[in-house]
């Protein structure tokens, strides 16, 4: 088997895996990125996301910066100056940036391909951990092209679903499937014939009136739909029940035709239209959470607080996809913010682990409000950082 030491080693590519080995680099340390993909940008990518949430502050003017500048800052001025139609818009009391799946890509491969001390290996699916002592000694990935064994120095969890945490059996909370929030499955069509673009509104009415008519199960009605780039093509995203096994994405493809038909059997801009590519994974919103020398709640988020190692800012409201209950927001108050303390990123009994992203040390509750991309790029960012000066002292 091959093998490969460095100081650091990120285990993920999307929005918290980019930044976090773009940080380490460049704070001097030689750090290796392994994806199980073949391109970066992890949920927001295989999703067909639109918007990128958690970037910005609230209050009743337009934000014209970052809540939390550095990388963040960077991947928001590259997406607009690669498309005259990104830019922020507001949807209710919160901004967004408008974002296209291309650009995005474009940008986290430009900015971690020209990092200099930055390795990455795409299409490695990290295996198996070695620990001893509570250290994490050695991490196994593999690919087509064979094995490789790589002994880090730190090692950060940016997998989303916490895969680091679980195989080197740090600490951590899971709920169950049953109690887990709503998961994702989205698709995009094209052929609409609708120049008002009342499909963010029709397209939910309809589907729960096929809901309340027993023509399609019940968490269908939070399905909701979002314009494309261009005229006549849109996303729809659909919520599924969490967990389940490799089946659960047949039953997800047979969801999406069984909506895409209701909405051209009833809806007249729909009846020329079809499912033009449907999203290769179900997207987790919850998933495995390492319990840290902190834990986020949701008391925290809402209060606005503020801690001595706070690190990352943000605003973004808890937003809960139960269920039963579907949808529901919590804001905090207009103009303020709250903190994420270091605290949450580092594990509290493997000495040289850290996490980022969606699976950072918080309640369910306050995940809803973390786990968003804007705030993932900056969790990323001080994981990065953190992990990178612990080096130096050490
Ligand atoms: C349905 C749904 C809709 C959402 N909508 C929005 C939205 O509109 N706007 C928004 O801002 N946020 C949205 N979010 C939240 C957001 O997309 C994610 O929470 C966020 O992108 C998570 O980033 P991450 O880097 O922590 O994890 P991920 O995006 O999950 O990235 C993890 C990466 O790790 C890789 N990986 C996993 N295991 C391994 C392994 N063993 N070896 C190697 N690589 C591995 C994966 O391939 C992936 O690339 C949504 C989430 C869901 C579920």
């Known amino acids: 088997m091959m093998g490969i030491s460095c100081d650091i080693l990120?285990?993920?590519?999307?929005?918290?895996?980019?930044?976090?080995?773009?940080?380490?680099?460049?704070?001097?340390?030689?750090?290796?990125?392994?994806?199980?993909?073949?391109?970066?940008?992890?949920i927001p990518v295989s999703g067909m996301h639109?918007?990128?949430?958690?970037?910005?502050?609230?209050?009743?003017?337009?934000?014209?910066k970052t809540l939390n500048g550095g990388i963040a800052e960077e991947i928001?001025?590259?997406?607009?100056?690669?498309?005259?139609?990104?830019?922020?818009?507001?949807?209710g009391k919160v901004y967004l940036l408008s974002?296209?799946?291309?650009?995005?890509?474009?940008?986290?491969?430009?900015?971690?391909?020209?990092?200099?001390?930055?390795?990455?290996?795409?299409?490695?699916?990290?295996?198996?951990v070695k620990t001893k002592n509570s250290f994490i000694k050695s991490v196994t990935a593999e690919g087509q092209t064979g094995k490789i064994r790589i002994i880090p120095r730190k090692v950060i969890d940016c997998s989303g679903d916490g895969t680091?945490?679980?195989?080197?059996?740090?600490?951590?909370?899971?709920?169950t499937a049953r109690e887990r929030q709503l998961a994702g499955f989205c698709f995009k069509i094209k052929g609409i014939n609708d120049p008002g673009e009342m499909a963010p509104i029709s397209v939910p009415y309809c589907i729960s009136g096929a809901v309340r008519r027993k023509k399609l199960p019940p968490y269908l009605k939070y399905t909701k739909f979002t314009p494309g780039d261009v005229s006549g093509e849109g996303y729809c995203l659909i919520s599924i029940p969490a967990g389940g096994g490799r089946e659960k994405i047949s039953k997800a493809i047979n969801y999406a035709v069984k909506?895409?038909?209701?909405?051209?059997?009833?809806?007249?801009?729909?009846?020329?239209?079809?499912?033009?590519?449907?999203s290769s994974v179900i997207v987790e919103r919850e998933g495995l959470r390492m319990t840290g020398e902190y834990t986020l709640t949701k008391e925290d988020v809402l209060s606005a607080s503020k801690f001595n190692d706070g690190v990352v800012k943000n605003a973004w409201?808890?937003?809960?996809?139960?269920?039963?209950?579907?949808?529901?927001f919590q804001y905090l108050a207009p103009g303020t913010y709250y903190e994420i303390p270091l605290r949450c990123l580092?594990?509290?009994?493997?000495?040289?682990?850290?996490?980022?992203?969606?699976?950072?040390?918080?309640?369910?509750?306050a995940l809803g409000s973390t786990r968003v991309m804007g705030t993932c790029i900056s969790l990323g960012e001080q994981a990065g950082l953190a992990a990178a000066k612990e080096l130096i002292v050490s």
């Not at 498309?83 to 949807?91: H, L």
């Not at 909506?259 to 449907?278: G, M, P, R």
């Not at 580092?346 to 699976?359: E, T, W």
Request: net charge positive.
């Open 99 to 128: 974002f296209r799946t291309k650009d995005l890509v474009t940008i986290l491969k430009s900015l971690s391909e020209k990092q200099i001390g930055l390795g990455i290996l795409y299409e490695k699916k990290v295996v198996s």
């Open 50 to 64: 639109r918007y990128i949430c958690g970037l910005f502050p609230t209050g009743d003017q337009v934000p014209f």
């Open 317 to 328: 409201p808890i937003e809960i996809w139960d269920r039963k209950k579907g949808p529901s």
């Open 164 to 175: 680091l945490i679980r195989l080197s059996r740090a600490a951590h909370q899971l709920s």
């Open 10 to 42: 990120v285990v993920g590519g999307g929005m918290a895996g980019i930044s976090a080995a773009i940080k380490a680099a460049r704070e001097g340390a030689c750090t290796l990125l392994v994806e199980k993909n073949g391109f970066p940008g992890g």
């Open 346 to 365: 580092k594990s509290r009994d493997i000495k040289n682990l850290y996490c980022a992203g969606r699976c950072i040390s918080a309640s369910p509750e």
């Open 259 to 278: 909506v895409h038909a209701v909405l051209s059997e009833s809806l007249s801009t729909f009846h020329d239209s079809y499912i033009y590519e449907l």
């Open 76 to 91: 928001c001025s590259g997406l607009k100056g690669l498309s005259s139609d990104t830019g922020i818009i507001q949807m």
